[in-house]
């Protein structure tokens, strides 16, 4: 069976910063617009160290002042299971993508997050969102600021693919 169009997966390295970060962001603003119930959205890790853990206190703390809950728990990448379930498999960055298609992901359903961003240009497409767990300073916040803006170009696609 295929996946159902409004499917989409949010994928990183831990599952503790970016990809429960872009989950619940994506959530909230499906939930604005009075159309989350026509979704199914959900995040892993590629890497099992996390798997139980919530999310990262500084990605649940930076999410929280701008008023979004970040209720995931960790989880690894299931294959086949999940390339079957989600027809939107977004990763975060490059190493993610290339770890995806390993996975036995088909190509046509693995993107870049930041390609959704329309405020980049062209040859900005390929942008990468950084990976902030051992970094220092606002790297959640500046990963927030991505995230936000590529979750608007997201839901648009999604909501117009339907
Ligand atoms: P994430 O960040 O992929 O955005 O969840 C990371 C969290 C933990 C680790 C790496 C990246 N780690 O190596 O434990």
């Given at each position: 069976?295929?996946?159902?169009?409004?499917?989409?997966?949010?994928?990183?390295?831990?599952?503790?910063?970016?990809?429960?970060?872009?989950?619940?962001?994506?959530?909230?603003?499906?939930?604005?617009?009075g159309?989350?119930?026509?979704?199914?959205?959900?995040?892993?890790?590629?890497?099992a160290?996390?798997?139980?853990?919530?999310a990262?206190?500084?990605?649940?703390?930076?999410?929280?002042?701008?008023?979004?809950?970040?209720?995931?728990?960790?989880?690894?990448?299931?294959?086949?299971?999940?390339?079957?379930?989600?027809?939107?498999?977004?990763?975060?960055?490059?190493?993610?993508?290339r770890?995806?298609?390993?996975?036995?992901?088909?190509?046509?359903?693995?993107?870049?997050?930041?390609?959704?961003?329309?405020?980049?240009?062209?040859?900005?497409?390929?942008?990468?969102?950084?990976?902030?767990?051992?970094?220092?300073?606002?790297?959640?916040?500046?990963?927030?600021?991505?995230?936000?803006?590529?979750?608007?170009?997201?839901?648009?696609?999604?909501?117009?693919?339907?």
């Amino acid at each position: 069976m295929s996946p159902d169009p409004g499917s989409v997966l949010f994928v990183c390295l831990g599952n503790i910063c970016r990809s429960p970060m872009a989950e619940a962001i994506f959530l909230h603003k499906a939930r604005e617009r009075g159309v989350h119930t026509r979704l199914v959205v959900d995040s892993a890790g590629t890497g099992a160290w996390h798997v139980g853990n919530r999310a990262d206190p500084r990605t649940i703390e930076v999410a929280g002042r701008f008023g979004i809950e970040v209720p995931s728990i960790a989880r690894q990448v299931r294959s086949p299971q999940d390339f079957d379930e989600f027809h939107w498999i977004i990763a975060m960055d490059r190493a993610n993508h290339r770890d995806l298609l390993s996975l036995g992901a088909a190509k046509h359903r693995v993107h870049l997050m930041r390609s959704f961003d329309r405020t980049l240009g062209v040859d900005e497409a390929t942008a990468e969102v950084p990976d902030p767990y051992y970094g220092e300073g606002d790297g959640f916040l500046r990963v927030f600021e991505m995230l936000d803006r590529a979750c608007d170009g997201l839901l648009d696609r999604v909501l117009g693919e339907e």
